[in-house]
Protein backbone atom coordinates (compact mmCIF):
# COMPACT_ATOMS: atom_id res chain seq x y z
CA UNK A 1 0.00 0.00 0.00
CA UNK A 2 1.68 3.58 -0.40
CA UNK A 3 1.49 5.86 2.16
CA UNK A 4 1.06 8.38 0.16
CA UNK A 5 -1.38 11.35 2.78
CA UNK A 6 1.64 12.89 3.96
CA UNK A 7 3.63 13.45 0.53
CA UNK A 8 3.60 15.75 -2.57
CA UNK A 9 4.82 14.53 -5.92
CA UNK A 10 6.13 17.25 -8.32
CA UNK A 11 8.75 17.79 -11.14
CA UNK A 12 12.11 18.35 -10.10
CA UNK A 13 13.69 21.99 -9.99
CA UNK A 14 17.73 22.52 -10.23
CA UNK A 15 17.88 23.32 -6.56
CA UNK A 16 16.44 20.04 -6.12
CA UNK A 17 19.96 18.60 -7.01
CA UNK A 18 21.82 19.63 -3.97
CA UNK A 19 19.33 17.88 -1.56
CA UNK A 20 19.77 14.77 -3.45
CA UNK A 21 23.89 15.07 -3.55
CA UNK A 22 22.91 15.21 0.60
CA UNK A 23 21.31 12.18 0.56
CA UNK A 24 22.89 10.14 -2.06
CA UNK A 25 25.62 8.11 -0.66
CA UNK A 26 23.64 7.28 2.65
CA UNK A 27 20.70 6.24 0.41
CA UNK A 28 23.19 3.60 -1.89
CA UNK A 29 24.22 2.56 1.19
CA UNK A 30 27.55 3.91 1.85
CA UNK A 31 28.38 3.71 -1.93
CA UNK A 32 29.96 6.78 -4.17
CA UNK A 33 26.85 7.66 -6.79
CA UNK A 34 27.33 11.37 -6.21
CA UNK A 35 29.00 11.65 -9.77
CA UNK A 36 26.10 9.98 -10.96
CA UNK A 37 23.30 12.61 -11.41
CA UNK A 38 24.54 15.61 -12.39
CA UNK A 39 22.60 18.68 -11.80
CA UNK A 40 21.65 18.51 -15.45
CA UNK A 41 19.26 15.82 -14.88
CA UNK A 42 17.32 18.23 -12.59
CA UNK A 43 17.50 21.19 -15.24
CA UNK A 44 16.59 19.06 -18.57
CA UNK A 45 14.74 16.22 -17.74
CA UNK A 46 12.23 17.52 -15.13
CA UNK A 47 9.00 16.89 -17.14
CA UNK A 48 9.53 12.98 -17.62
CA UNK A 49 11.20 12.76 -13.76
CA UNK A 50 9.80 13.08 -9.79
CA UNK A 51 10.39 14.77 -6.65
CA UNK A 52 8.38 13.78 -4.02
CA UNK A 53 8.66 15.55 -0.47
CA UNK A 54 7.43 14.68 2.89
CA UNK A 55 5.26 17.07 4.28
CA UNK A 56 8.20 18.41 6.33
CA UNK A 57 9.73 19.35 3.77
CA UNK A 58 12.66 16.62 4.11
CA UNK A 59 13.08 14.27 0.49
CA UNK A 60 11.24 11.67 0.65
CA UNK A 61 12.06 9.71 -2.97
CA UNK A 62 13.08 10.61 -6.63
CA UNK A 63 12.72 9.19 -9.41
CA UNK A 64 15.02 10.37 -12.90
CA UNK A 65 13.73 8.89 -16.32
CA UNK A 66 13.61 10.39 -19.77
CA UNK A 67 12.39 9.57 -23.12
CA UNK A 68 14.91 8.19 -25.76
CA UNK A 69 16.27 10.98 -28.09
CA UNK A 70 16.60 8.41 -30.80
CA UNK A 71 13.99 5.38 -29.73
CA UNK A 72 10.34 6.83 -29.26
CA UNK A 73 9.46 3.60 -28.12
CA UNK A 74 12.18 3.34 -25.23
CA UNK A 75 11.51 5.81 -21.92
CA UNK A 76 15.11 4.99 -19.89
CA UNK A 77 14.93 5.39 -16.02
CA UNK A 78 18.31 6.91 -15.24
CA UNK A 79 17.91 6.60 -11.04
CA UNK A 80 15.56 5.88 -8.41
CA UNK A 81 15.47 6.12 -4.77
CA UNK A 82 13.79 6.27 -1.69
CA UNK A 83 14.78 7.42 1.50
CA UNK A 84 15.17 3.90 3.61
CA UNK A 85 12.96 5.13 6.38
CA UNK A 86 10.46 4.55 4.06
CA UNK A 87 10.94 1.52 1.90
CA UNK A 88 9.29 -1.38 1.57
CA UNK A 89 5.63 0.49 1.88
CA UNK A 90 5.10 0.80 -2.26
CA UNK A 91 6.99 4.32 -3.19
CA UNK A 92 9.23 2.78 -5.42
CA UNK A 93 6.38 0.83 -7.00
CA UNK A 94 4.41 4.11 -7.76
CA UNK A 95 6.92 5.82 -8.98
CA UNK A 96 7.29 3.51 -11.36
CA UNK A 97 4.00 3.68 -12.22
CA UNK A 98 3.87 7.02 -12.70
CA UNK A 99 6.56 7.49 -15.41
CA UNK A 100 5.61 4.10 -16.83
CA UNK A 101 2.30 5.77 -17.07
CA UNK A 102 3.35 8.81 -19.05
CA UNK A 103 5.68 6.59 -20.53
CA UNK A 104 2.85 4.84 -22.57
CA UNK A 105 0.79 7.92 -23.00
CA UNK A 106 3.87 9.45 -25.09
CA UNK A 107 3.34 6.24 -27.10
CA UNK A 108 6.22 4.44 -25.67
CA UNK A 109 5.94 0.50 -25.36
CA UNK A 110 9.04 0.08 -22.66
CA UNK A 111 11.34 0.90 -19.80
CA UNK A 112 14.69 0.44 -19.61
CA UNK A 113 16.90 0.78 -17.04
CA UNK A 114 20.73 -0.49 -16.07
CA UNK A 115 22.07 -1.39 -12.68
CA UNK A 116 25.01 -2.33 -11.14
CA UNK A 117 25.92 -6.42 -10.43
CA UNK A 118 26.34 -5.99 -6.78
CA UNK A 119 22.87 -4.12 -6.40
CA UNK A 120 20.78 -7.47 -6.24
CA UNK A 121 18.68 -5.84 -4.24
CA UNK A 122 17.98 -2.80 -7.03
CA UNK A 123 17.29 -6.32 -9.32
CA UNK A 124 14.73 -7.67 -7.53
CA UNK A 125 12.51 -4.57 -6.79
CA UNK A 126 12.80 -4.27 -10.73
CA UNK A 127 12.04 -7.36 -11.06
CA UNK A 128 9.04 -6.75 -8.42
CA UNK A 129 7.42 -4.27 -10.64
CA UNK A 130 8.21 -6.69 -13.85
CA UNK A 131 11.53 -5.67 -15.50
CA UNK A 132 13.13 -8.52 -16.98
CA UNK A 133 16.32 -8.42 -15.20
CA UNK A 134 19.03 -9.77 -18.28
CA UNK A 135 22.88 -11.22 -17.51
CA UNK A 136 25.41 -8.99 -17.10
CA UNK A 137 27.24 -7.23 -19.63
CA UNK A 138 30.95 -7.81 -18.76
CA UNK A 139 32.65 -4.37 -19.44
CA UNK A 140 29.49 -2.32 -20.24
CA UNK A 141 30.19 1.16 -18.74
CA UNK A 142 33.94 1.13 -19.06
CA UNK A 143 36.96 -2.07 -18.13
CA UNK A 144 35.42 -4.21 -15.51
CA UNK A 145 32.26 -2.03 -15.29
CA UNK A 146 29.70 -4.61 -16.05
CA UNK A 147 26.05 -3.64 -16.00
CA UNK A 148 22.86 -5.65 -15.88
CA UNK A 149 20.26 -4.53 -18.17
CA UNK A 150 16.37 -4.67 -17.33
CA UNK A 151 13.56 -4.24 -19.15
CA UNK A 152 9.76 -3.36 -18.83
CA UNK A 153 7.53 -4.04 -21.55
CA UNK A 154 4.73 -1.63 -21.66
CA UNK A 155 2.17 -3.09 -23.50
C1 LIG B 1 15.06 -0.01 -4.76
C2 LIG B 1 14.17 1.01 -4.03
C3 LIG B 1 13.94 2.22 -4.93
C4 LIG B 1 12.82 0.33 -3.73
O1 LIG B 1 11.95 1.31 -3.14
P1 LIG B 1 10.74 0.85 -2.16
O2 LIG B 1 9.86 2.02 -1.96
O3 LIG B 1 11.29 0.19 -0.96
O4 LIG B 1 10.02 -0.23 -3.09
P2 LIG B 1 8.53 -0.80 -2.93
O5 LIG B 1 8.09 -0.68 -1.52
O6 LIG B 1 7.67 -0.18 -3.97
O7 LIG B 1 8.73 -2.31 -3.37
C5 LIG B 1 9.30 -3.19 -2.49
C6 LIG B 1 9.49 -4.52 -3.20
O8 LIG B 1 10.66 -4.47 -3.99
C7 LIG B 1 11.44 -5.65 -3.75
N1 LIG B 1 12.63 -5.24 -2.99
C8 LIG B 1 12.96 -4.00 -2.61
N2 LIG B 1 14.14 -4.01 -1.94
C9 LIG B 1 14.53 -5.29 -1.88
C10 LIG B 1 15.65 -5.94 -1.32
N3 LIG B 1 16.60 -5.28 -0.63
N4 LIG B 1 15.74 -7.28 -1.44
C11 LIG B 1 14.79 -7.96 -2.11
N5 LIG B 1 13.70 -7.39 -2.65
C12 LIG B 1 13.58 -6.07 -2.55
C13 LIG B 1 10.55 -6.59 -2.94
O9 LIG B 1 9.77 -7.35 -3.84
C14 LIG B 1 9.67 -5.63 -2.21
O10 LIG B 1 8.41 -6.17 -1.91
P3 LIG B 1 8.16 -6.74 -0.44
O11 LIG B 1 8.47 -5.62 0.50
O12 LIG B 1 6.72 -7.15 -0.47
O13 LIG B 1 9.12 -7.88 -0.30
C15 LIG B 1 14.80 1.44 -2.68
O14 LIG B 1 15.10 0.28 -1.94
C16 LIG B 1 16.07 2.25 -2.85
O15 LIG B 1 16.01 3.49 -2.94
N6 LIG B 1 17.27 1.59 -2.85
C17 LIG B 1 18.55 2.26 -2.95
C18 LIG B 1 18.74 2.91 -4.29
C19 LIG B 1 18.76 1.93 -5.44
O16 LIG B 1 19.45 0.92 -5.41
N7 LIG B 1 17.98 2.25 -6.51
C20 LIG B 1 17.83 1.39 -7.68
C21 LIG B 1 18.96 1.50 -8.65
S1 LIG B 1 19.00 3.08 -9.51
Do not use: C
Not at 72 to 84: A, K, Q, S
Amino acid sequence: MVDSGALVWRRPEPHDHARIMAVIDDWWGGRSMRAMVPRLFLEHFRGTSYIVDDEDGSLAAFVIAFASADDPLTTYVHFIGVDPARRGRGLGHELYARVAGEARARGATRLKAVTSTVNTASQAFHRSVGFEVAEPVPDYDGPAEARVPMTLHLD
